[in-house]
């Protein structure tokens, strides 16, 4: 990750044995890349932090190991990203790719700008390298989600797993001061399926009974979506619709194998409901998930999560999706006949 196309080519070449050519390969996968970029959606948190900079006159750049001609492609398709990055380096305009630090140096230049007073947002172990070699403070938000992937991220001066988590202030920038109740607002998501037995802990260690679906209904939205703390709201069709937060991640504390998604129903209820149709709308984010020393710790940290949520739902644009008429929505029932 992080390198340019043909030495990215090679190494995959060499891992899997292939009977081909970088190039060979690289022209084959650049066939099918070029007919989904335009269904690329940028990070979370991407365009909020891009916009906020450009907003204070803070100058940027793309510094990227693909060639200018697929960056271009790229840029395209994002609405104002060409006025936003008026200064682009490719790997093709160096000498050196990553995690040499050319095209660092060389988009410093081009900004008029000190390496050391730069600061690198990569994603990419190479990337992280390559600013780091140029002598300028990196933050890593790792495209590799996996834990066991985060030493090689460790030069970096710190690693967020979200663009959500970038604090501006902390870096001598214009803080963000768009929290509403103590959450940031995100593009909706939406997913639902039957509730079913989760790991048992929630009643008994936590006190935060969590309604849990099945990974099927969760799936395809862990790969888009960051680790963390959400609110939204829950609807059960022969319920109503309740507050509540959820987490999304490994939860450090218990050390979780699988990626899982926990919503807590911020509700008393008097039974079980296991089996019935559960909706979720996500719509806000409030921090990211973190390990604590004790239970005592976690267990305050997730009824203040649920004290945030509360509050924050009742303000808009949050309280708006109350009512949705998705969280209520029965499935279909289908019929077959002999």
Request: charged share 20%; glycine share 8%.
């Amino acid at each position: 990750m992080g390198k340019r196309p043909l030495e990215a080519a090679a190494a995959v070449i060499q891992d899997y044995g292939l009977a081909c050519t970088p190039l060979e390969l690289n022209l084959e996968v650049l066939e099918l890349l070029q007919e989904r970029w335009k269904n690329a959606r940028t990070l979370p948190g991407a365009v909020r932090l891009i916009k906020h900079f450009y907003s204070h006159g803070i100058p940027m750049a793309i510094a990227s190991s693909s060639p200018a001609r697929n960056i271009k492609i790229k840029l395209c398709h994002q609405e104002g990203w060409t006025e936003y990055f008026p200064v682009v380096v490719a790997g093709d305009m160096v000498e050196n790719g990553k995690p040499a630090p050319d095209i660092f140096l060389e988009a410093a230049s081009r900004l008029n700008v000190e390496p050391i007073k730069c600061l690198v947002i990569e994603d990419a172990p190479a990337g992280v390298l390559a600013a780091k070699a140029a002598g300028m403070q990196v933050v890593a938000v790792p495209s590799i989600p996996s834990k066991d992937a985060r030493p090689q991220y460790s030069s970096a001066d710190v690693i967020y797993s979200s663009l959500l988590d970038f604090q501006p202030e902390v870096w001598g920038f214009p803080s963000l001061n768009d929290r509403i109740g103590g959450a940031i607002p995100i593009e909706p998501w939406y997913m639902g399926g039957p509730v079913i037995k989760g790991f048992g802990r929630g009643s008994k260690l936590l006190g935060t009974p969590t309604a849990n679906l099945p990974t099927s209904a969760f799936s395809n939205h862990l790969a888009s979506h960051v680790c963390g703390i959400y609110i939204g709201w829950a609807g059960l069709a022969n319920r109503g619709v309740y507050k509540m937060v959820m987490s999304v991640g490994w939860n450090p504390y218990f050390d979780n194998k699988e990626k899982a998604v926990e919503p807590w129903i911020l509700h008393d209820f008097s039974e079980d409901f296991y089996g019935e149709e559960l909706r979720l709308i996500v719509v806000g984010y409030v921090r990211p998930e973190a390990n604590f020393t004790t239970l005592e710790d976690l267990v305050e940290r997730i009824h203040e999560d649920g004290r945030v949520a509360k509050a924050a739902l009742d303000m808009n644009p949050f309280s708006d999706y109350a009512e949705d008429s998705y969280l209520t929505t029965p499935l279909p029932v289908s019929m077959s006949s002999n």
